[in-house]
């Protein structure tokens, strides 16, 4: 089975979603493996995701899906088998995680993502909860299997000198970059309008009677919850702002919070359940208006940082630390900003957010941009400054210039390895059975065959 168990990720969100309104396929279980099964749906759903990325896959591939599918399985019946544990408040994390990154798609708007899909955040979540707990079981096991893989600078340079030459990668240009992310500050006019608009909500809850869950749905500033009635689901102690948390696990059940301020602004908390570390609560949000006015001083201050760093009187993580929005990713990376794509701070310069294109445009490495406005995930617009880190020109692959991208390469192919011959012992000691509508399949074939030596 050479070169033929690479895992491919189970893209729970995405493809579950790309695959929803598909419901023709009458499901059945097509493959078994230990105490798991593998439905028709599953590899449709996979399938239906990877021949939107390659519209030029053939059907065949399925063959492929299945046998991705019957790997994953084979290390989530292992790790079950060694009593692996993936907690709730993780499954909880990573679901919200791929929400977020839901919501970022569709411009932080819940009522397009329930209009486009059929189903709220909420029932995807629940349909997802399960795979996402076996994605993490078998991402686990996977680790444990791979802990050892470790790669030398004489490993790296023999995998990169066996690549041919005709074969090397191309890399085109690419660009590092920081930010500097700078939140206007809320004028006291403002911030008291909506300390009373919030105490006049929950005077309607308290004395009057009315369900926070109705009012949250037509008065909350929280994109992300208010059109669930403000439910923010089961979530586990530190993922909210200090001043929240503090007040929502002192909240007995359905008990009504007093208002809290929070950096985002006003909070009505309702505790609806509390497992140990866990709770669910719902909240109202109300958060100040920012004025004309506000955003005109905030964008002369990131001017007035932009001089000091330009004049070299200030550091750029002197200027972080002191007037940076730490509610950004990039804050706590020395202000480098992420590559969603890759995981890594370099990016393509078609993958970079038009704004930031424009920003940097022209700078040289080292420069730092104008300041400009963006909109960041809660919907607040703020202001943001980059520094251009670095700047590469298009070009073939280069051990020394693209060392780290080898060395991951590398790694990358000794974990594939591990990972194999660990899944061509454990078939043997494993029970596999698969559909006879998959038997033309030669790669699955052989892995019955390892299974039945």
């Known amino acids: 089975m050479k070169n033929t168990l690479r895992i491919i990720p189970l893209l729970l969100l995405t493809s579950f979603l790309s695959a929803q309104n598909d419901k023709a396929v009458i499901d059945r279980v097509v493959a078994t493996v230990g105490g798991e099964i593998i439905l028709l749906s599953e590899v449709q759903e996979q399938f239906a995701y990877s021949k939107k990325e390659q519209p030029t896959l053939p059907d065949e591939f399925r063959c492929t899906v299945l046998q991705n599918l019957i790997v994953q399985k084979l290390l989530v019946n292992q790790a079950k088998l060694d009593s692996l544990e993936v907690k709730d408040e993780e499954v909880e994390t990573q679901l919200n995680a791929r929400i977020d990154r839901l919501m970022l798609y569709f411009n932080q708007d819940p009522k397009a993502i329930e209009e486009f899909y059929g189903q709220g ?16 079981l078998a991402e686990r096991m996977q680790g444990d299997i791979t802990t050892h893989a470790t790669i030398t600078p004489s490993e790296v340079k023999r995998f990169f000198k066996g690549i041919p030459a005709d074969s ?18 809320v004028n006291e006019v403002e911030r008291e309008k909506a300390r009373l608009a919030v105490e006049e909500l929950r005077t309607r809850i308290v004395d009057g009677g009315e369900e926070l869950a109705s009012l949250a749905s037509k008065y909350s500033d929280d994109p992300g919850s208010a059109t669930t009635g403000g ?3 089961w979530q586990k102690r530190g993922t909210f702002v200090p001043e929240f948390e503090a007040m929502a696990y002192k909240l007995e059940k359905n008990q009504v919070s007093p208002v809290v301020e929070t950096e985002f602004g006003f909070h009505i908390i309702q505790l609806i359940e509390r497992r140990g570390n866990l709770i669910h609560c719902r909240h109202i949000l109300v958060k100040p208006s920012i004025s004309d006015g506000d955003m005109a ?14 004049s070299n009187n200030l550091t750029f993580g002197e200027a972080l630390k002191k007037y940076g929005d730490k509610n950004q990713s990039s804050f706590h990376n020395d202000g480098r900003v992420a590559n969603p794509r890759s995981g890594n701070t370099f990016f393509e310069v078609a993958d970079l957010d038009t704004d930031i294109f424009f920003a940097i445009d022209g700078l040289g490495v080292g420069g730092y941009s104008q300041p400009f406005e963006f909109r960041t995930q809660d919907g607040s617009t703020n202001y943001r400054l980059v520094q251009l880190v670095s700047r590469s020109k298009p070009h073939k692959a280069d051990l020394k210039q693209d060392y780290g ?11 594939a390895e591990f990972t194999e011959k660990w899944v061509i012992e454990k078939l043997r000691s494993t029970h596999l059975s698969i559909s006879d509508m998959f038997m033309f399949c030669p790669n699955l074939q052989e892995m019955l065959a390892e299974s039945n030596p």
Do not use: H
């Not at 001083?297 to 760093?309: G, Y």
């Not at 991208?405 to 974990?415: E, P, R, S």
């Open 121 to 136: 955040i909420e029932q995807i979540k629940e349909q997802t909860r399960s795979d996402m707990r076996n994605q993490l």
């Open 168 to 185: 090397l990668p191309y890399f085109n240009a690419e660009v590092e970059i920081r930010e500097l992310v700078y939140k206007p500050r």
């Open 231 to 233: 439910d923010l689901g």
């Open 297 to 310: 001083i905030a964008k002369t201050k990131l001017d007035t940082i932009r001089n000091l760093l330009i």
């Open 405 to 415: 991208k080898i060395q991951q390469a590398a790694l990358d192919q000794k974990k």
